[in-house]
């Protein structure tokens, strides 16, 4: 019993990181300077947005997880999308490390 509610807190805590990563984005295209840059925003948006939707199929049991993302090519970024970069990587390296915690209880 115990250890399924591990897991259960482990895959919403996942589903907030992913929220928060969307939240972040909107914000983002809310402060775009003009439409160019405000469609790769969106697009960015709606990405995540997919994402999210994915995971939370895979918490309610509908679908298996979904895959990570394949890794995009590198291209200047702003101060914005850096921040919400390590925030995701701070996000990550969380999870995991509670991972270990909970595995080595």
Do not use: C, F, N
């Not at 947005?49 to 298996?64: F, I, S």
């Amino acid at each position: 019993m115990g250890e399924t509610r591990k897991a259960g807190d482990r895959a919403l805590l996942r589903l907030g990181a992913q929220m928060a990563e969307v939240e972040a984005l909107y914000a983002r295209v809310l402060e775009t300077p003009d439409a160019r840059a405000e469609r790769r925003a969106l697009a960015e948006l709606a990405g995540a947005g997919e994402r999210l939707a994915g995971l939370a199929r895979a918490v309610a049991g509908e679908v298996p997880p979904p895959r990570r993302a394949p890794k995009r090519r590198r291209v200047q970024r702003t101060r914005l999308e850096r921040r919400i970069a390590g925030a995701a990587t701070t996000t990550e390296w969380i999870i995991a490390r509670s991972e270990r915690r909970v595995s080595s209880d």
